[in-house]
C-alpha cells in the first residue's frame, strides 16, 4: 500500500460561532472578516514544512489540491506547492490531486506546469485530474454548470496529446482552439505521468476511470463504511469494463488520528474533529448541489441510493459539534484514531473493505496546531506505517505510480518489522 | 379543451414539444426558469389567440445543450420551431428567461414580430440594483423570493410536492434539469449585451412587471422600456415575479388590451 501525506492547507483559526454566523464556508464566507493575511502566512509556512517532516519520516507520497475560497482548504494554485515539494523532497511521489481542468484556460497551462514538477522531480509526479467540485467551478469560478463535464473532458484530451503526440499540431475543440500545440517541455515520464481522478460518487467518473485505465480516487471525509457502496459501485464499473481487480487502481481519502492510547488520541484529537466537520465542512446546500453539475443519471443514482452524502461529501453534519469520539471511530467509522494497534487493524480494515491500494492520508485537520500535525506524523510513521505498507504490493503490481518516485527508508526509530 | 401536445424533430436534429391551444392570430410563450407550466393566463390569451408554449430545449435532454452555445444558438432553435409549425409574425409573450430570449429573437428577426409582451424579463444588468442571485440562495428561501404567496391558488403547483414519495425524485430531477438547461444561458449573470441590440426590436412592446418582484426588480422594466424605445409598462399590484399566475386576470387584462 502507498501512503501519501497530504494537505488540505485550511484556515486554522474560525471564530467558535462560525458555524452559527455564517452559512457556508466556501464560497461566501466574508475574507475581510474570516481571513488575516497574517495568520496564512503563517500556515503557509507550517503547511510545507509539515509535508516536508512527512517526507522525512519516510511516507511515500506528499500531496496537496486544488480549491477557491474555502475555510477547509484554499491551496489556490497546488501546482506552486507541487514545485516547491519537487525540489525539498528526493524520494517521494508529488501528488498533486490535482489541477481542476475546466478552470485552466487555455488548459494547456495545466500541461506545462505538471510538466515542470515532472521534469524538476526527476519523474515523481502524481498528475490528478479532478472535474472540480460546484463550489469551486461554479460558483467562485462562474463556469457554467452544464459545461463543466464537457470542458472537462476537452482539456484532458488535450492535455494529453499535448503530453504523448509528437508536437507542433493544431487543436480544434470547443472551447479551446490552438494552432500551435507544442510543449516546452514534455514531462520526464514517458508516455506521460500517472493520472488520478478524483471523484464524489458521479457514475460518469468511475466510467471515464475504467475507460482509460486511471486510477479512481474518492475523497470522502466519512470514512469506510459511508463509502463502502460507492467504492463497490467503481469496482462493479471496472469489472464490466474487463479490467483487473488489481487494488491500486484505487484511492481513499482518510481522516487518520494517533496517540500512544485510545485515550490519549480521544483526548489530543476529539476537538479537532468538531471543528473539522462542524466548521471546516460547512458548505451551503445551494453551493454543493447546483443544477446542471450532475447529470440526470448521477441524480438518478443518488436518489436511488438515498445516500445524499455520497453525491455531496461536504454536507456538515446536524449535531456533530458535539459529536462523540466512540461514533465518530467506532460507529459511523469515518474517523480512523487510536493507538497505534488500533489504527493498524482499522487501517486493515480499510484496504479490504474498500480493496484500495491507496492512502491518503488526512493528517492535518482544521484547527491542528504544527507540533500536534507533527506528533500525529511521526507516531503513524514510526509505529503504524511499518506494519501496513507492505499490504497488497507483494500480490499486485502498482502501475499508477510515478516512476521516478522510490520507497523511501522509516525513521530509525520506527518499529522494525521481519521481512 | 385541454391543449394540444405537439412535438417535432427540427432539421437540426434538435426535438420540439409545444403545447397549442385556442384560435386566432398566433401567439408564442415562452417560460421562465421554473418550467413550462399550462396556466390560467394561457387559458385566458387562447380565448383570442392560437397560443403555442414550446418547452425550453435541453431540460429534457441534458444532451442538446451541447448543440446550443449562446443566446444566439437558442433565437435559431426558436426560429426552426416556428417555422416549422407555419407560425408567421407571431405576438410574442416571454417571462423570466423566456423574456429575454423573445427579447432577443425580436432583435434577430424584427420583421417575424407583430408585438412584443415581456413580463417580468430578464436579460438587463444594472450593478445597482442586481438581478437577484436565486442559485446563491438557501432553496427553502427561494418561493418567497419569487412570489408574494407561495400557497396561493395560482402558483402552489410550481413549488408543490408530490403527495407520492415515489414521484419525489423524479420531479427533483426535472426541477433541477429545467434550472439547468436555463443557466446553461445565463450563468453567473443573466446579461448577455441584451442592451445593445435592442435598438433592432421595431414590434411595439408591452413590459408587465409585479410590483414587488425581487428576483428582476421593477427598475428593470424602465430599463427595457428606454433602450426600446416604442414601449409602455403595465405594473400589476400585489405580484411578485409570476403576475401572471399572481393576479392573472389582471395580468390577462393588460395584455389583452395591449394586443387588440
Known amino acids: 500500500m502507498k501512503f501519501t501525506?497530504?494537505?488540505?492547507?485550511?484556515?486554522?483559526?474560525?471564530?467558535?460561532?462560525?458555524?452559527?454566523?455564517?452559512?457556508?464556508?466556501?464560497?461566501?464566507?466574508?475574507?475581510?472578516?474570516?481571513?488575516?493575511?497574517?495568520?496564512?502566512?503563517?500556515?503557509?509556512?507550517?503547511?510545507?514544512?509539515?509535508?516536508?517532516?512527512?517526507?522525512?519520516?519516510?511516507?511515500?507520497?506528499?500531496?496537496?489540491?486544488?480549491?477557491?475560497?474555502?475555510?477547509?482548504?484554499?491551496?489556490?494554485?497546488?501546482?506552486?506547492?507541487?514545485?516547491?515539494?519537487?525540489?525539498?523532497?528526493?524520494?517521494?511521489?508529488?501528488?498533486?490531486?490535482?489541477?481542476?481542468?475546466?478552470?485552466?484556460?487555455?488548459?494547456?497551462?495545466?500541461?506545462?506546469?505538471?510538466?515542470?514538477?515532472?521534469?524538476?522531480?526527476?519523474?515523481?509526479?502524481?498528475?490528478?485530474?479532478?472535474?472540480?467540485?460546484?463550489?469551486?467551478?461554479?460558483?467562485?469560478?462562474?463556469?457554467?454548470?452544464?459545461?463543466?463535464?464537457?470542458?472537462?473532458?476537452?482539456?484532458?484530451?488535450?492535455?494529453?496529446?499535448?503530453?504523448?503526440?509528437?508536437?507542433?499540431?493544431?487543436?480544434?475543440?470547443?472551447?479551446?482552439?490552438?494552432?500551435?500545440?507544442?510543449?516546452?517541455?514534455?514531462?520526464?515520464?514517458?508516455?506521460?505521468?500517472?493520472?488520478?481522478?478524483?471523484?464524489?460518487?458521479?457514475?460518469?467518473?468511475?466510467?471515464?476511470?475504467?475507460?482509460?485505465?486511471?486510477?479512481?480516487?474518492?475523497?470522502?471525509?466519512?470514512?469506510?463504511?459511508?463509502?463502502?457502496?460507492?467504492?463497490?459501485?467503481?469496482?462493479?464499473?471496472?469489472?464490466?469494463?474487463?479490467?483487473?481487480?488489481?487494488?491500486?487502481?484505487?484511492?481513499?481519502?482518510?481522516?487518520?488520528?494517533v496517540g500512544e492510547t485510545d485515550a490519549e488520541a480521544e483526548k489530543l484529537y476529539l476537538q479537532h474533529a468538531r471543528y473539522f466537520y462542524s466548521k471546516s465542512l460547512h458548505v451551503a446546500k445551494q453551493f454543493a448541489m447546483v443544477p446542471g453539475y450532475s447529470t440526470a443519471k448521477s441524480m438518478k443514482h443518488a436518489i436511488k441510493r438515498a445516500d445524499a452524502g455520497g453525491v455531496n461529501p461536504f454536507a456538515s453534519i446536524t449535531g456533530i459539534q458535539n459529536v462523540s469520539w466512540k461514533h465518530l471511530v467506532d460507529e459511523s467509522k469515518k474517523v480512523i484514531g487510536g493507538s497505534p494497534a488500533t489504527v493498524i487493524d482499522q487501517i486493515k480494515d480499510l484496504a479490504a473493505d474498500l480493496r484500495v491500494g491507496h492512502v491518503i492520508l488526512l493528517m492535518q485537520l482544521g484547527s491542528m496546531d504544527h507540533e500536534l500535525t507533527k506528533y500525529n506524523t511521526r507516531l503513524f510513521a514510526e509505529k503504524v506505517l511499518p506494519h501496513v505498507r507492505d499490504i497488497w504490493e507483494d500480490q499486485w503490481q502498482d502501475h499508477w505510480w510515478p516512476k521516478g518516485a522510490r520507497r523511501p527508508k522509516l525513521p530509525a526509530s520506527a518499529d522494525r518489522v521481519a521481512a | 379543451m385541454k391543449a394540444e401536445r405537439i412535438e417535432l424533430t427540427l432539421k437540426s436534429g434538435l426535438k420540439a414539444d409545444v403545447l397549442k391551444k385556442g384560435e386566432g392570430a398566433p401567439l408564442v410563450f415562452l417560460h421562465g426558469r421554473l418550467g413550462r407550466h399550462w396556466d390560467a393566463y394561457l387559458d385566458e390569451l387562447a380565448k383570442t389567440h392560437c397560443v403555442y408554449a414550446p418547452l425550453h430545449p435541453g431540460s429534457?435532454?441534458?444532451?442538446?445543450?451541447?448543440?446550443?452555445?449562446?443566446?444566439?444558438?437558442?433565437?435559431?432553435?426558436?426560429?426552426?420551431?416556428?417555422?416549422?409549425?407555419?407560425?408567421?409574425?407571431?405576438?410574442?409573450?416571454?417571462?423570466?428567461?423566456?423574456?429575454?430570449?423573445?427579447?432577443?429573437?425580436?432583435?434577430?428577426?424584427?420583421?417575424?414580430?407583430?408585438?412584443?409582451?415581456?413580463?417580468?424579463?430578464?436579460?438587463?444588468?444594472?450593478?445597482?440594483?442586481?438581478?437577484?442571485?436565486?442559485?446563491?440562495?438557501?432553496?427553502?428561501?427561494?418561493?418567497?423570493?419569487l412570489v408574494n404567496d407561495p400557497r396561493a391558488a395560482g402558483v402552489a403547483q410550481l413549488f408543490a410536492m408530490p403527495a407520492d414519495p415515489a414521484f419525489i425524485g423524479d420531479l427533483m430531477v426535472a426541477r433541477v434539469s429545467m434550472t439547468a438547461a436555463v443557466n446553461h444561458f445565463i450563468w453567473p449573470i443573466p446579461d448577455r449585451d441584451l442592451r445593445r441590440r435592442l435598438y433592432r426590436v421595431t414590434a411595439p412592446t408591452l413590459l408587465v412587471w409585479g410590483r414587488d418582484d425581487r428576483f428582476v426588480p421593477l427598475v428593470y422594466a424602465t430599463e427595457f422600456s428606454t433602450s426600446l424605445g416604442n414601449a409602455k409598462v403595465g405594473v400589476v399590484d400585489n405580484a411578485g415575479h409570476f403576475p401572471h399566475m399572481e393576479q392573472t386576470r389582471e395580468t390577462a387584462a393588460q395584455t389583452l388590451a395591449f394586443l387588440h
Open chain 1, 5 to 257: 501525506w497530504f494537505h488540505m492547507q485550511g484556515y486554522r483559526d474560525l471564530p467558535q460561532d462560525f458555524e452559527k454566523r455564517f452559512e457556508s464556508v466556501w464560497v461566501n464566507p466574508p475574507t475581510d472578516e474570516l481571513c488575516d493575511p497574517k495568520k496564512v502566512a503563517q500556515y503557509l509556512n507550517w503547511n510545507l514544512d509539515e509535508l516536508d517532516y512527512a517526507a522525512q519520516m519516510g511516507y511515500d507520497g506528499v500531496g496537496t489540491n486544488e480549491h477557491h475560497q474555502n475555510g477547509y482548504g484554499f491551496p489556490t494554485s497546488p501546482n506552486q506547492t507541487g514545485y516547491y515539494l519537487a525540489k525539498s523532497t528526493k524520494d517521494q511521489a508529488i501528488v498533486i490531486l490535482g489541477n481542476t481542468l475546466p478552470l485552466y484556460n487555455p488548459p494547456i497551462r495545466s500541461a506545462e506546469e505538471l510538466a515542470f514538477i515532472d521534469c524538476l522531480s526527476g519523474g515523481r509526479l502524481v498528475a490528478g485530474m479532478p472535474v472540480g467540485s460546484p463550489m469551486d467551478v461554479a460558483h467562485c469560478y462562474g463556469i457554467t454548470p452544464t459545461q463543466v463535464r464537457p470542458r472537462y473532458y476537452e482539456a484532458h484530451d488535450l492535455i494529453k496529446q499535448a503530453w504523448t503526440r509528437e508536437g507542433p499540431f493544431h487543436f480544434n475543440g470547443k472551447y479551446t482552439k490552438l494552432r500551435h500545440v507544442n510543449l516546452w517541455p514534455k514531462p520526464l515520464q514517458k508516455p506521460h505521468p500517472p493520472i488520478w481522478l478524483a471523484g464524489g460518487g458521479s457514475v460518469e467518473t468511475w466510467d471515464f476511470a475504467a475507460q482509460n485505465d486511471y486510477l479512481y480516487s474518492y475523497l470522502s471525509f466519512n470514512g469506510r463504511a459511508a463509502a463502502k457502496p460507492l467504492m463497490d459501485g467503481f469496482w462493479e464499473v471496472n469489472d464490466k469494463a474487463g479490467r483487473d481487480s488489481n487494488p491500486f487502481r484505487a484511492g481513499f481519502a482518510q481522516i487518520v488520528f
Open chain 2, 60 to 145: 429534457q435532454d441534458a444532451d442538446e445543450l451541447l448543440l446550443l452555445d449562446a443566446v444566439s444558438d437558442l433565437v435559431l432553435y426558436y426560429d426552426d420551431v416556428l417555422r416549422a409549425l407555419n407560425i408567421e409574425q407571431p405576438v410574442m409573450v416571454g417571462h423570466c428567461f423566456g423574456g429575454m430570449v423573445a427579447a432577443e429573437y425580436a432583435a434577430y428577426f424584427p420583421d417575424r414580430v407583430r408585438k412584443l409582451v415581456l413580463v417580468g424579463a430578464l436579460g438587463l444588468w444594472r450593478d445597482d440594483v442586481p438581478v437577484a442571485d436565486i442559485d446563491s440562495m438557501n432553496p427553502d428561501l427561494i418561493p418567497a423570493t
